[in-house]
């Protein structure tokens, strides 16, 4: 697990010179999918299996728990499985983790875990996006609402109920309505940029990603309070680093 791109291809290339025929590389960082591919082509050479391993729960997974979405040769998934077991156990009760509900899920090969990935922080993006907007548009109505309070409430049994609003709750009861230690910059890490380009080299629409995209450039040159609330949720899952007002 290291920073995607070249400390990614670093690491890769160095362990390719000291590994056996049937040995594996396991990717558990944001790699983009296409990276993956290649890399299991450079590897394969020498026998030696590349596995790529999205992984979702932020730096609350080792508390309330955390998924792996895998890709890579069948074989050598198989010859890991009780170690990811281990990794991911079953949340769900007993009787519904015996039908196969567990912790991770293998998905093809070598590109297709961290392409499951890429796609669920796209979804991650429109969801934070529309908590953003909706807790902005509370703090400008007529009434004197409480946003920690809204956002505990919506998680009693709403419809809307989440992890990410249990977090936004968080972030509002240690900082206030107007999240005023915090400045409205907020950065991409560039899983939304990815998927919305493959989503264009399919012909797929995808408004919601676009939007909350670019709400995140905009933050950069005219923060705002939804920002804040952004920058807040990244914060609080991902422990990612944020700017506190008045700082440059």
Known sequence: MVPAGAPTQKTVESLAKLLDADDAIVDGGNSKWTDDKARSALLRANKVHYVDVGTSGGVWGLEVGYCMMVGGPQRAVRRLAPILDVLAPPTAPDSVAALGDRGWAHFGPSGAGHYVKMVHNAIEYGLMQAYAEGFELFTQSEFELDNAKIAHLWNQGSVIRSWLCELAARAFEEDGNALSSLEGWVEDSGEGRWTLQDAIDHGVPTPALS?????????????????????????????HPVRKSGST
């Open 211 to 239: 939007a909350a995209l670019n709400s995140r450039f905009y933050s950069r040159e005219e923060g705002d309070y939804s920002a804040r609330v952004l920058a807040a949720l990244r914060n609080q899952f991902g422990g």
